[in-house]
C-alpha cells in the first residue's frame, strides 16, 4: 500500500474530517436572517376598540382608475420560503404572516396607523362587561370557489386553532367561553375576563378558514391546501424558488390593484438589491440597508418609501447578575451611552434614538416627558458613589472586590449589531468597565441568554445586543411581557428583572380596557423601566423600501411594519 | 486481490459508521436545540410543558443512546425522516435539491480540472520562464479570492451593469419554458455561478497538474524520448501526461466530492437551490434531520469518489497494478 501515490488511510481520515469542518464552517457568520426574535403575535389592543359599526369600506367604485389598462404582473422578492402558505405551515412572522393574509382574511385588519379596523366584520359590539363581542359579518364575502363566508366558518376556525395546537392562535383563542353562530351574519364570541388586546391580537390576526374543507383535518400541518377568501390566491409553489399569486377579481373590498403576483424567494440581501436594481424584481419585502437608501434614492426609476419601524434594538443585563443587579450601575451605564451617536454611525441617522421607557416615541402612548440621558460625568459620580473605583490601577473598576469586566454578546451575523457592541465598549472604557465584545452564532447565542426560550430556565450571560420585531411595540400593553417578574406573564423578560412596583402596574393592565386607563398605566411603566433600565433602548431602525413605481406604485406604509400588507394591494380603499 | 477488496469494504464501512456517528452527535452537540423550528414563531408564549411535548413529538426528549439507535435503525431501511423545518421527508427534499448541485458543482469540477490541467501544462513547458511565472501568479491570485466576493462581483457587473445574465435563481421559474428554450434557459442561469466556482477552483488542479508535470518531464525516460526523434507534441501526450494524471485524478476526485456540500457561498449568493444552501439552513435552524441526511449523502459519494479513484489507478498506471499484484503476492 506504501507504494501507491495516496495514502488511503489518510483520505479517510480526511473524510472524517471534512464532515466536522463542514459543520464548523457552516455555523460561521454571514447568515442573512435575524436571530431567533420570536415575533410574537400582534398585539394590542388599543383601546381604538370600536363599539359601534363603523362607516363601510371606501368601495372599488371609490378607486381611482390605474394609469395603464394592462393587467400588472408584479415581481416582489420574499425573504423566505414559508412553504405551502397556509395557516398552519407558513414559518416567519414577517413576510410569512403578511403573506398569509393576501390569501386568507381576518374579522378586523390593522390599518395605516396599526390600529385594528373592522373588515370582514362590519363592527363588534362589546357587552357593558368587556365580556360578550358580538360581531356583525359582511354577508358578500366570499371564499375562492365562490362559496359564502359566514359566521360557520369563524366558529369553526377559531375551534379549530383551540383544538389543534398553533405557536400563534391557540393562546389567544384557548381561553374564549364560547363561540356562537346564531345567524349566518353574527357571531358571538364570549370572553372569561375582559381583554384588551382583543380586536389586535385576536380579531386583526387570526385567520378565518374555509370550514368546507379544513373540516376532518387531523393533521393540519400536512394538508396542503390554500383556499382563503383573500384579495388573491395562490396559484402556484414551487419549493425554494417562487409563489405565483393571481388576483381574486371578485373580492369584497374591491379588485386588487394588480393582477399577477409573483414572489421569488431570494434569501441573499445583495442578491436581492441587484436584482432591484437589474430589474428583474419591482420590489422586495427586505428593507434597505441603510446605505443603500442613497444609492436608490438617487436612481429616477426607482422610488423609496420611509417610515419609523418598531423593530427595537436594546442592549438587555442580566439583572440576576452582579453588580449589574443595581439599577444605579445600569445607569451608569445608560448615561454613558450616546444613543444620537449609535443612530448616526450604525443606521446612517436613519433611525431613532432609543427611549429608556421602551416605546417608540411615534408610540401614541408614549410619554414625551421621558427621555434619554448622556453624561459620561455623572455616569462616573454614580460609580464613584456606590464605591466602586478602581482600586489596583489598572483602569477597570471594582465591584465587591471583582473588575467590572461584563461579556456583551452579540449576533455574529448582524454587522450593525456588532459596530455598536464594539462603540458601547469604547464608551464603557470611558467609564471604567471593560467590556469585552464576543460575536457568536445566533442560536448558540440564544442558548445562552434565553435557553429554551423559557425565562424559567435562567440564563447565563453578562450583557447581550437583542432586540424584539414590529409586534411586541405595535401592542404597548404587551410591555408587561418585558418586565413582569412571573414567568407566566414577563415571556420575554429574558434579563430577569423583578420590581413589586412593575409587577403591579402590569397586573392592572392586564384588566383594563379603558383607553384612558391605559394610557395612564403605561405611562407609568414607562417611567419606571426608564428608572430601573432592565435594558437599555438603543434605537428603533427606520424601514426604508425600494421599488419600481412604472410597474406599480400602489405601496402603503404600515405604521412601524413597513409596505408588505393586504392594503398595499386594494388601491384605494381604507378600512 | 479478494482480500484486498475485502479489507477495502471493510475499511469503508467503518468511516461510513464513523461518519453517519458523528453526522449524528456534531449537531446535538451545538449549543440550542429546534424547539423554535418547532413551536413556531410564538415560541415564548408557550408552557413549559407545551415545550416538552413539542420536543417529545420528534423524540428529542429521549436520551442520546435511545435517539441514535433509532436513528441507526431507520438509516438501515433507507429511512431518513422528516425535515423540522419543511414538514417533508429528507430524502425528497435532498433528491429536489441533487440535481442542481450535480449540474453547478459536477460541471463546474470538470472545468475547472480542464482549465487547471491545460493552463498547467503551459506553464510546465515553459518552466521559470516569464509564462510560468505570469500564469503562476494568477492562480495564487484567484486561489485568494473569496468566492462569495467574486459571485457579488460578477452579479455587479455582468447583470446589473451589463445585464447580460440573471442574478438568482437556476431557471426562470414562471416561464414554463421547455425543451430547448429550457435549456438555454438553465445555461443562462447558471453562467455566472459556474464562471465563479471555476475561478476560485482551478488552481487546485493548475498547481498539482503543473508540479507533478515539472516532476515527470525530468525524468530520464522524458529525454529518452526526445533522444528517439518523437515530436514535442508526442512526447507530452504520449509520455509526460500520463505519468502526471495520477495526482490530478486524486484531486479531481476530491474536489468534486468536496463541491456537493463546499458550493455552499456559491449557491446563496446566486440564490441556487442546491445542497450546499440546504445544509447551511437547516444548520442554523438545527434542522437534525436534514443535516443527518444531507452529510449522509455528501459521506456516501465521497466514498464512492474514493472507490472509483481507487479503481482507476490501476487502470491509468501499470505500476499501481503490478504493485498490488506483488503486494498480494507478498501477503
Request: charged content about 15%; proline content about 8%; glycine content about 6%.
Amino acid at each position: 500500500m506504501s507504494t501507491q501515490p495516496l495514502c488511503i488511510s489518510r483520505k479517510q481520515v480526511l473524510n472524517l474530517l471534512l464532515t466536522s469542518a463542514l459543520l464548523a464552517a457552516c455555523s460561521a457568520p454571514g447568515q442573512p436572517t435575524e436571530p431567533a426574535e420570536p415575533a410574537a403575535t400582534q398585539a394590542p389592543a388599543t383601546a381604538a376598540v370600536a363599539t359601534e359599526a363603523p362607516p363601510p369600506l371606501a368601495t372599488a367604485t371609490s378607486v381611482p382608475p390605474t394609469a395603464t389598462a394592462e393587467p400588472i404582473s408584479l415581481r416582489v422578492a420574499t425573504i423566505t420560503d414559508e412553504t405551502t402558505l397556509q395557516p398552519y405551515t407558513y414559518v416567519s412572522g414577517y413576510p410569512g404572516w403578511n403573506m398569509l393574509s393576501l390569501v386568507y382574511d381576518t374579522l378586523f385588519i390593522l390599518d395605516t396607523n396599526s390600529q385594528p379596523k373592522p373588515w370582514v366584520a362590519t363592527g363588534d359590539q362589546v357587552s357593558a362587561d368587556g365580556l360578550v363581542h358580538t360581531l356583525t359579518l359582511r354577508d358578500d364575502v366570499r371564499w375562492h370557489d365562490g362559496q359564502p363566508l359566514t359566521s360557520a366558518d369563524v366558529k369553526f376556525a377559531y375551534e379549530f386553532y383551540q383544538a389543534n395546537n398553533h405557536g400563534r392562535w391557540t393562546l389567544p383563542v384557548r381561553d374564549i367561553v364560547s363561540i356562537e353562530a346564531p345567524d349566518d351574519t353574527t357571531v358571538i364570541i364570549t370572553l372569561p375576563a375582559p381583554d384588551p388586546s382583543f380586536p389586535t391580537r385576536l380579531l386583526a390576526d387570526v385567520p378565518i378558514i374555509p370550514r368546507h374543507v379544513w373540516e376532518g383535518v387531523t393533521d393540519p400541518k400536512t394538508f396542503e391546501n390554500a383556499l382563503g377568501s383573500g384579495p388573491f390566491l395562490l396559484a402556484e409553489y414551487e419549493p425554494e424558488q417562487f409563489y405565483r399569486f393571481t388576483a381574486n377579481p371578485d373580492y369584497f373590498a374591491g379588485k386588487p390593484g394588480v393582477a399577477e403576483l409573483l414572489m421569488p424567494i431570494i434569501k441573499d440581501p445583495t442578491t436581492v438589491f441587484a436584482a432591484l436594481k437589474s430589474g428583474e424584481i419591482h420590489a422586495t419585502t427586505r428593507e434597505l440597508a441603510p446605505e443603500l437608501v442613497a444609492e436608490f434614492k438617487a436612481d429616477p426609476t426607482r422610488r423609496v418609501l420611509s417610515g419609523p419601524g418598531y423593530a427595537t434594538t436594546l442592549l438587555q443585563f442580566n439583572n440576576e447578575r452582579a453588580p449589574w443587579d443595581q439599577a444605579e450601575v445600569r445607569q451608569a451605564v445608560a448615561l454613558a451611552i450616546d444613543t444620537r451617536m449609535l443612530v448616526d454611525t450604525v443606521l446612517l441617522g436613519l433611525g431613532t434614538p432609543g427611549n429608556p421607557g421602551w416605546l417608540h416615541p411615534a408610540q401614541p402612548f408614549h410619554d414625551p416627558a421621558i427621555a434619554a440621558t448622556y453624561d459620561v460625568e455623572r455616569a462616573k459620580t454614580l460609580l464613584d458613589e456606590l464605591g466602586y473605583t478602581d482600586t489596583d490601577g489598572d483602569g477597570v473598576r471594582e465591584a465587591a472586590g471583582q473588575p467590572m469586566a461584563p461579556v456583551l454578546l452579540v449576533q455574529a451575523n448582524n454587522p450593525g449589531r456588532i459596530r455598536a457592541a464594539e462603540l458601547i465598549a469604547a464608551a464603557m472604557q470611558e467609564i471604567g468597565i471593560a467590556v469585552t465584545v464576543s460575536a457568536e452564532e445566533g442560536t448558540s447565542l440564544t442558548a445562552k441568554v434565553w435557553p429554551d426560550f423559557d425565562v424559567a430556565k435562567g440564563r447565563d450571560f453578562d450583557w447581550t445586543m437583542f432586540g424584539w420585531s414590529a409586534p411586541v411595540q405595535i401592542d404597548p400593553l404587551r410591555m408587561a411581557t418585558l418586565v413582569d417578574s412571573d414567568v407566566r406573564y414577563g415571556t420575554v423578560n429574558i434579563g430577569g428583572y423583578r420590581s413589586a412596583e412593575a409587577d403591579a402596574l402590569t397586573a392592572q393592565l392586564r384588566v383594563t380596557t379603558d383607553p384612558e386607563a391605559q394610557i395612564e398605566l403605561v405611562r407609568k411603566l414607562e417611567a419606571t423601566i426608564a428608572r430601573d433600565l432592565p435594558f437599555v433602548m438603543l434605537w428603533y431602525a427606520d424601514l426604508n423600501y425600494a421599488f419600481d413605481p412604472a410597474v406599480y406604485d400602489g405601496w402603503v406604509f404600515q405604521m412601524g411594519q413597513g409596505v408588505f400588507n393586504k392594503l398595499s394591494f386594494l388601491p384605494g380603499v381604507t378600512p | 486481490m479478494f482480500r484486498l477488496i475485502l479489507a477495502r469494504l471493510g475499511q469503508h464501512l467503518f468511516v461510513l459508521w464513523a461518519a453517519v456517528t458523528l453526522n449524528f452527535a456534531l449537531p446535538r452537540l451545538m449549543p440550542g436545540n429546534p424547539l423554535a423550528l418547532l413551536a413556531g414563531e410564538d415560541v415564548a408564549s408557550l408552557t413549559t410543558i407545551q415545550r416538552e411535548a413539542l420536543m417529545a413529538t420528534v423524540g428529542l426528549d429521549r436520551p442520546w443512546p435511545e435517539q441514535y439507535g433509532r436513528y441507526l435503525e431507520r438509516l438501515l431501511v433507507g429511512d431518513f425522516g422528516y425535515s423540522y423545518q419543511r414538514n417533508k421527508p429528507v430524502i425528497e427534499i435532498l433528491l429536489s435539491r441533487l440535481p442542481w448541485t450535480l449540474l453547478l458543482a459536477g460541471t463546474g469540477q470538470i472545468l475547472a480540472t480542464l482549465v487547471g490541467l491545460g493552463l498547467g501544462a503551459l506553464a510546465a513547458q515553459q518552466a521559470g520562464r516569464a509564462g510560468d511565472m505570469t500564469l503562476l501568479g494568477l492562480a495564487v491570485f484567484f486561489e485568494s479570492l473569496p468566492a462569495f466576493w467574486v459571485g457579488m462581483l460578477l452579479i455587479a457587473v455582468l447583470a446589473v451593469q451589463v445585464p447580460l445574465f440573471p442574478t438568482f435563481g437556476a431557471v426562470s421559474p414562471w416561464e414554463r419554458e421547455v425543451g430547448l428554450a429550457l435549456a438555454l434557459d438553465v445555461a443562462h442561469h447558471l453562467a455566472l455561478p459556474l464562471l465563479t466556482l471555476v475561478m476560485v477552483s482551478f488552481s487546485g488542479t493548475f498547481l498539482v497538474a503543473r508540479s507533478a508535470l515539472l516532476t515527470v518531464l525530468g525524468e530520464p525516460f522524458v529525454v529518452a524520448a526526445h533522444a528517439k526523434g518523437l515530436s514535442k507534441r508526442q512526447v507530452l501526450f504520449r509520455h509526460v501526461f500520463r505519468n502526471a494524471l495520477l495526482p490530478v485524478v486524486t484531486v479531481f476526485a476530491l474536489n468534486l466530492a468536496h463541491a456537493f456540500g463546499g458550493a455552499t457561498v456559491i449557491e446563496t449568493v446566486f440564490s441556487y437551490p442546491g445542497i450546499g444552501r440546504l445544509i447551511y439552513e437547516a444548520v442554523l435552524n438545527r434542522d437534525y434531520p436534514v443535516l443527518q441526511g444531507a452529510f449522509f449523502m455528501i459521506t456516501v459519494i465521497i466514498i464512492v469518489a474514493n472507490i472509483a479513484v481507487d479503481a482507476l489507478y490501476p487502470w491509468l498506471d501499470p505500476r499501481v497494478r503490478q504493485a498490488a499484484m506483488q503486494a498480494e503476492g507478498a501477503a
